[in-house]
């Protein structure tokens, strides 16, 4: 089992449609959670992070984070065609010197 | 601006040769480190470092090695190239106190083995 699970779609929406992108995870001693954006042949970019239960709203995006199941989520509100990308689910390990462990990724399709 | 620099976009290298991928950071960043991103197997840590001459193994260290001997300065060294280490390499420093999670990435080293 894969410490951080996606999806690896491709997730296609339309434009100003909700995108709802989702990872689990399996370690439950990991404390904190990142969305990464990577555009296709760039690096990744931090959008978003979350430490505890609940909602965490920037803009059109919005975080969610549940321990108890597990799961963090990354809605995306009025998509729009830029927001194409694939999005990386990250987690950060609770061991040590804490180590950032990333899922595979959702490969996001926004259609104009 | 956060800037991480990886000295080449774009390298092909035979097997069995000596490999250096070098990053520097400009913003005094602790934290350095080294992934390797592969299809379907998402972005793997190589290596880490939270300071000068000290380093981390990661996830997947074997087959290489890694030189911190300045702050701003964090090479990948592959001592032996093999086709298997044909990869993305993605170099990433963070702010202190330890890892938040916060990284900034180079651009990347897109290694091809022959």
């Known amino acids: 089992q894969k410490e951080v699970e996606q999806n690896s779609g491709p997730l296609s929406v339309p434009e100003g449609a909700i995108a709802s992108l989702n990872c689990t995870y399996s370690d439950r001693g990991s404390q904190s959670f990142f969305w990464y954006r990577q555009y296709s042949g760039k690096s990744p970019e931090l959008i978003m992070s979350?430490?505890?239960?609940g909602d965490k709203e920037d803009g059109r995006f919005t975080a969610q984070l549940n321990k108890a199941s597990q799961y963090v989520s990354l809605l995306i509100r009025d998509s729009q065609p830029s927001d194409s990308a694939t999005y990386l689910c990250a987690a950060l390990r609770n061991t040590g010197f804490q180590k950032l462990v990333f899922g595979t990724g959702t490969r996001l399709l926004v259609s104009p | 601006d956060v800037k991480v620099t990886q000295s080449s976009r774009y390298l092909v290298k035979r097997t069995g040769e000596k490999v250096f991928l070098e990053c520097v950071q400009d913003?005094?960043?602790?934290?350095m480190f080294w992934y390797r991103q592969d299809p379907g197997l998402g972005l793997r840590l190589i290596y880490f470092s939270y300071d000068v001459k000290m380093k981390e193994k990661g996830d997947i260290p074997e087959g290489y090695s890694v030189s911190r001997e300045k702050k701003e300065r964090f090479s990948l060294i592959l001592e032996s190239a093999s086709t298997n280490q044909t990869s993305m390499y993605l170099c990433?420093?963070?702010?202190?106190?330890?890892?938040?999670?916060?990284?900034?990435f180079g651009e990347g080293s897109r290694l091809t083995v022959l």
């Open positions: 913003m005094d960043h602790e934290n």
């Open positions: 990433a420093s963070s702010p202190p106190p330890g890892n938040t999670g916060e990284l900034f």
């Open positions: 979350i430490y505890s239960n």
